[in-house]
């Protein structure tokens, strides 16, 4: 099972934030929270990850909250380019190794 | 930097009939490897890690010897769909584990297998 819980689906205008947010309650002390998004028919692109501290760079913003059972992903000014599948995931160790296990994700739709 | 690179893009094969799927990391090394499936309107489904020089792992309910991995190379690895049937068109993505600090995976940008 997904160990990250997202809501279905957002809208948000153009040219405005968008927020969307992440639940990960049973995240453990030393596991990073990473997004993605997936445009139709496209592999999944990395935007950002963090472990405790807040994060930016280029694309967005991540705000992960002082007990990490939350976070969330701030696009600073949604272009219609920013519709896509975003994807909160946290890694999941089995066998040795670090993997990720794939939730729904929010469905982010961005309106003209 | 960390591009990873699928080939081909999309294919389409007779029910029966083998498919091989490249994925390479270009301008990284990667030893592990990673491979989903994904059906229309769903999430991505890991299927497999694939380890450079060693057999890959797969997840619970995956048919090893039906979807054949080898990662021969550091920048290569392989997912070969053996005597493909129609249940099996899907869109078959998989990532390389990066070099930085957060070991995040970076994507292809997928195959989509069509079997007829």
């Known amino acids: 099972d997904a160990k990250t819980t997202q809501p279905p689906s957002m809208d948000c205008a153009e040219g405005r934030a968008a927020n969307l947010p992440c639940n990960h309650s049973?995240?453990?002390?030393?596991?990073?929270v990473y997004w993605y998004r997936q445009i139709h028919s496209q592999g999944p692109q990395y935007i950002i990850h963090?472990?405790?501290n807040n994060e930016t760079n280029e694309m967005a913003s991540l705000i992960i909250t002082e007990d990490r059972k939350s976070s969330t992903l701030i696009l600073p000014h949604a272009t219609l380019r920013d519709t896509a599948v975003y994807y909160c995931i946290v890694r999941f160790l089995t066998s040795g190794t670090y993997k990720y296990i794939f939730g729904t994700g929010t469905r982010l739709k961005v309106l003209a | 930097g960390a591009v990873v690179s699928q080939h081909p893009s999309w294919v389409i094969c007779k029910s029966g009939t083998s498919v091989k799927i490249e994925c390479r990391s270009l301008d990284f090394q990667a030893t592990t490897m990673f491979w989903y499936r994904q059906f229309p309107k769903q999430s991505l489904m890991l299927m497999a890690t694939?380890?450079?020089?060693?057999?890959?792992?797969?997840e619970q309910g995956v048919e090893k010897d039906k979807f054949l991995i080898n990662h021969a190379s550091l920048t290569l690895s392989t997912l070969t769909v053996t005597s493909a049937h129609p249940e099996d068109s899907s869109f078959y993505i998989c990532?390389?584990?990066?070099?930085?600090?957060?070991?995040?995976?970076?994507f292809g940008p997928g195959t989509r297998l069509t079997v007829t």
């Open positions: 963090g472990l405790k």
């Open positions: 990532s390389a584990r990066g070099p930085g600090q957060g070991r995040e995976q970076y």
């Open positions: 049973t995240i453990s002390g030393n596991e990073y």
């Open positions: 694939s380890n450079e020089g060693s057999k890959a792992t797969y």
